[in-house]
């Protein structure tokens, strides 16, 4: 949902800088106006392929994504798989084979210096002076760091791991991204009262702009729009913030209802688990 807010936002304001630029350059409203048009339809293209792009279930940086909020045990169970006809150790973050160890830190930043003694802990601890580091990347600093101490790293990127993983049939099932747009929500975003002070300012930014400029009506009529929606978002059109809304919820909870619907979800699971029973004898 938020994607597509930010799509409908951007190409808003791609058409209308296009439009202002155009018309100041030529001086010709019908030709900024094409401008504008054909601007806003090439954007619309490439954001349409990008956003086919990142909804591919196996795309690289899908793949990425999971690996990073799912943590190192998560690819160390695929890899696991994958050599489960092998003899090695594992723990949660490494594999040790015979020559060699697989250690993985992929995270959503680079594997950096810190990171480095826990990497010489296993590999001493094992012996191994050959380290395959599953990683999103590594600072330099950190890449050369244990070669003083007889450790060579070998970084694997994600495009290793996806080759790697799509050669063994072992990529995870991630279902396609899918966003719902729905136009009962347009009102909330355009009045949310979290955006008030972003509308006054962009507003009154307009229409100062507007006695600087030729096209002051254009300035003028963006401006006003932004205030308007300013002073409407105070009215009970005006919508809180979801996370404000939620913590109201939270909090306005009473202590009986939460037991009681506690005490439903217990009483429903024992009434399964002792349907079970029964069945089995």
């Known amino acids: 949902m938020a994607k597509i807010v930010d799509y409908i936002s951007a190409t808003i304001i791609i058409g209308f800088l296009t439009f202002v630029w155009s018309g100041l350059a030529l001086k010709n409203i019908v030709l900024a106006l094409a401008i504008s048009v054909a601007v806003v339809g090439i954007f619309l293209i490439v954001f349409t392929k990008l956003f086919k792009r990142e909804g591919k279930p196996y795309h690289q940086d899908r793949l990425a994504l999971e690996l990073a909020v799912k943590g190192p045990s998560f690819l160390i169970e695929i890899l696991k798989s994958i050599l489960q006809n092998r003899v090695f150790e594992s723990g949660f973050n490494y594999i040790c084979l015979e020559n060699v160890l697989i250690y993985v830190n992929f995270k959503f930043g680079n594997v950096t210096i810190a990171d480095m003694p826990n990497v010489y802990a296993i590999a001493s601890k094992y012996n191994k002076n050959r380290v395959f580091l599953f ?65 006054i300012f962009s507003g009154v930014i307009l229409i100062a702009t507007a006695f600087f400029t030729p096209l002051k009506i254009y300035y003028m009529v963006f401006g006003s729009i932004s205030l308007l929606l300013a002073l409407l978002s105070f009215t009970p059109l005006g919508k809180e913030t979801p996370a404000y809304e939620k913590l109201v919820d939270l909090f306005s909870a009473t202590p009986e209802s939460q037991t009681a619907d506690t005490l439903t979800d217990d009483s429903s699971v024992c009434n399964e688990d002792l349907n079970k029973k029964i069945d089995d004898e």
């Open 135 to 199: 990683a999103k990347g590594i600072e330099r600093k950190a890449l050369r760091l244990l070669e003083s101490y007889g450790i060579h790293l070998t970084v694997v990127k994600i495009k290793a791991i996806y080759k790697l993983l799509k050669k063994y049939d072992k990529l995870p099932k991630i279902s396609k991204q899918k966003y719902r747009f729905s136009l009962k929500e347009l009102p909330a975003l355009f009045l949310s009262k979290s955006n008030v002070k972003g509308l």
